[in-house]
């Protein structure tokens, strides 16, 4: 549990300034259609992290490199929250999403302490830790934003994420370094070779781009909306939004387990249907929020569920690189959420809601071909 509420503040840091683009924008005059550089370059530096940092889990003491990512990661925090001009605010995005991927060591420390028969069942339960801090930080952010402004939620935060370095120092088992012998630049060369030449990785990672990318669309673009005419909601109610995510997204923790049994594959297709699916509901905003609110729930519970399971079908592939193919994965991942991030809010500028809905859809349909194109590769195969 301590890993999982460790990578939800993590990962919280990362999302916090979604519900907040409208605030963030007004301080610092920047123009509606690019204020998503914001979560954009957040995204940049969290996807230089996965390829220069991630991997030094292969190399070195995780402990360690856990406990001094959290130290720097409180000193961008407070950067952000004392930042006067867009270059201190941009610079300093990027500095904590670099830091921010501690969570993914926190991920892959975590599947090489689980057994191979939990393996699924704790990456799952990890999982959910983030998923409570990707859609919490969009109710925390909102509620703090409205009582103390946007400043407020990196402040607080900063003093949590000082607490959690100070209970993992605590708790954190010591281990020995891994004894492998490549170098660094080895580890960081032999990264992008693993997804190349193994069809599995691949094809995950691919998935991981197109349904953050879906995912990203919405929660990114959503504020525009819901704090505009006729709808003008504080920060806090557009928050709450996050919480009907929740529902969905946790139930979608036992895709580990299905992934343990084996029925990772149809796990994936199924969850890629909801995905589709949950955008018809999601375009009726403007004529019925109950739908809006299944869709969210179908889309989250949709985006887990496969993100879960990717990541259960990975770590069996090559368990001597564990934190090699995680951060491969997750610059995936990153970059998929930074391309929803700026193309959604330059969407909605253009085509309103109906075109951010049309986006996300995009993004999911090409996601279920990919799978249905390549639903006959076996999860046994090795490296081909």
Do not use: C
Not at 19 to 24: Q, V
Not at 230 to 235: A, G, N, V
Not at 255 to 276: E, H, K, M, N, P
Not at 305 to 334: C, D, K, W
């Amino acid at each position: 549990m301590t890993f999982a509420a460790a990578a939800g503040l993590s990962v919280a840091n990362t999302y916090y300034a979604q519900p907040l683009l409208d605030a963030i924008a007004q301080d610092f005059g920047i123009a509606p259609a690019t204020v998503g550089l914001v979560v954009t370059l957040t995204q940049i530096g969290y996807g230089l992290g996965l390829i220069f940092i991630v991997p030094l889990g292969d190399l070195v003491d995780r402990r360690k490199l856990i406990l001094g990512q959290g130290i720097l990661s409180v000193i961008a925090l407070v950067s952000i929250a004392m930042a006067r001009s867009e270059a201190i605010l941009f610079a300093s995005l990027a500095a904590m999403g670099l830091m921010a991927v501690v969570i993914q060591i926190l991920v892959a420390f975590a599947a090489t302490l689980a057994s191979p028969q939990e393996r699924g069942r704790t990456v799952g339960l990890v999982t959910s830790g983030i998923v409570i801090g990707i859609l919490g930080a969009r109710s925390i952010a909102g509620l703090l934003a409205d009582l103390g402004g946007w400043r407020m939620v990196y402040l607080i935060s900063a003093v949590l994420t000082l607490v959690m370095v100070g209970l993992l120092l605590r708790v954190l088992p010591r281990q020995s370094s891994p004894t492998g012998t490549d170098n660094y630049l080895a580890v960081l060369r032999s990264t992008p070779t693993l997804f190349l030449h193994d069809r599995i990785l691949l094809v995950r990672g691919v998935l991981a781009l197109l349904i953050f990318a879906a995912f990203s669309t919405f929660w990114t673009a959503l504020v525009l909306p819901l704090s505009a005419a006729p709808f003008s909601y504080s920060h806090t109610q557009i928050g709450l939004f996050g919480l009907v995510g929740l529902t969905g997204a946790i139930a979608a923790t036992g895709a580990g387990r299905l992934a343990d049994r084996g029925l990772g594959q149809w796990t994936t297709g199924l969850s890629l249907i909801f995905l589709l699916v949950s955008w018809a509901l999601i375009a009726l905003l403007p004529v019925s929020l109950p739908a809006l609110l299944v869709g969210v729930i179908l889309l989250d519970l949709a985006v887990q569920a496969v993100h879960v399971t990717n990541q259960s079908i990975i770590f069996e592939r090559h368990p001597e690189a564990r934190s090699r193919l995680v951060g491969g994965y997750m610059v995936f991942y990153s970059l998929g959420s930074g391309v929803g991030a700026i193309t959604s809010t330059m969407v909605f500028a253009h085509s309103g809601w109906l075109g951010v809905s049309a986006l996300g859809a995009t993004f999911s349909l090409f996601a279920l071909l990919v799978w249905f194109g390549t639903r006959r590769l076996s999860t046994s195969e090795r490296g081909r």
